[in-house]
């Protein structure tokens, strides 16, 4: 038995609330049809590599030693295309695409120079009511989505135009998405509520194609709710979707609309045992505080990066994939010893597996002059002048410098 189209399952939602009242055996119900609806198969017979994050041991990781070269990016600085602060950052071959403030920016790749503004907030025809979380450029179609209602709305990076018609999504809260080819999509939910029946869906253009059922329900002890999108992360590692949730200790690749274990993080204690606490929020974010939960994941042939939240602290790791090792790095990253900037840390990947983060200019300046490193102490020279010459340029308000670094072969 499969649910076509959006509306056909929302209204089967609302049938099943409508059988009884009694809160727990409408969750047994919704379980039920759920693993009918999607023959309850996830893939979990697959064999899993660990990742043995007790194992790791505190290190000072020099990007002389993984890195071949560093790229620097001055966005540029104009009056129609201010960033702001906290940017989230995306690249591709052609594009810097910038999103601060319900505002998306296109910049060259090669030169930084400010290309065109994308869509706008609002309600009229064309514009979009929100940015939806996850990955939302398609690389290979050159397009970022938006959502405006019940709708996903493509903007073409090359023009600024939209593609049509939009795409139709279910109305649900606390939801992230991530296309899986130019013309399907995959939505995670986030269930605050403890009885939304899916976990994720796969729609194309036209409908709803599949779904993967919920399987940690459970009854509210409070009126008070967890509404925390960063519980769902998803990334892309050569052109296939991987799916964590923050209390599952393994990464799965979603593959022919399942979900296939890859790596499982080996921890002091399983974070699966935070699902038991779903119905007390308050609870839940008191007793996670004493485990490690990965909020954050990259993946490249050679290595997958990490960080980890333990105790309000942040940990940045790197796994080696060949090796098997895992290595928490000390100074919460990479020591620019190649030019002498900032300690580097990616905040995204691109799709040949460069390494991407930003820093707002005021912070390049102040910490590329204030290390006042000599050129005897990094090992290229010709890189460290041309670093402190930027620096120099930049005013604090500018827009920020975006740092592209390439792993050694």
Known sequence: ??????????????????????????????????????????????????????????????????????????????????????????????????????KCFVFDRLTGKFIRKIGMEGRGAGEYSQIPQGIIVNEQGKT?????????????????????????????????????????????????????????IFFDRERIIDSIPNRYFFLPKTREISVNRNEILFYRYKNNVYHKDLYNDTIFEIADRKLRPEWVFEMEKSTHLLHQLRGDPSTLYEEAENYHLVYFILETDKYILFHTKYQKLTHPF?????????????????????????????????????????????????????????????????????????????NDDDNPVVVIATFKP
């Open 144 to 200: 970022i989505s938006f959502e405006q209602g019940d709708k996903l709305i493509e903007y073409s990076l090359v023009d600024g135009t939209i593609n049509s018609p939009a795409i139709r999504i279910p109305p649900l809260l606390a939801n992230k998405i991530a296309y899986i080819t130019k013309d399907s999509w995959v939505m995670s939910f986030l269930n605050f509520t403890g009885d939304i029946p899916s976990q994720m």
């Open 318 to 394: 790197l796994f080696d994939k060949e090796q098997r090792s895992v290595k928490k790095l000390e100074h919460n990253g990479f020591v620019n010893d190649i030019d002498g900037g900032l300690t580097f840390w990616p905040d995204f990947t691109s799709q040949n597996q460069d390494l991407v983060c930003f820093y707002q200019a005021h912070v390049f300046k102040e910490e590329v002059n204030e290390k006042g490193l000599s050129a005897q102490n990094v090992k290229n020279v010709a890189e460290f002048k041309k670093t402190r010459t930027l620096a120099a340029q930049l």
């Open 1 to 102: 038995m499969k649910v076509r189209g959006i509306s056909s399952y929302f209204h089967l939602l609302k049938l099943i609330k409508k059988i009884t009242m009694n809160r727990f055996f409408l969750i047994i119900v919704l379980l039920s049809v759920q693993c009918a609806l999607s023959s309850c198969k996830d893939g979990t017979n697959n064999a899993v590599d660990v990742i043995k994050v007790n194992d790791a041991q505190i290190q000072t990781l020099r990007m002389s030693e993984y890195f071949e070269s560093i790229e620097y990016i001055a966005l540029e600085t104009k009056g129609e295309c201010l960033i702001g602060n906290n940017p989230s950052l995306y690249i591709t071959d052609e594009f810097v695409i910038t999103i601060a403030s319900k």
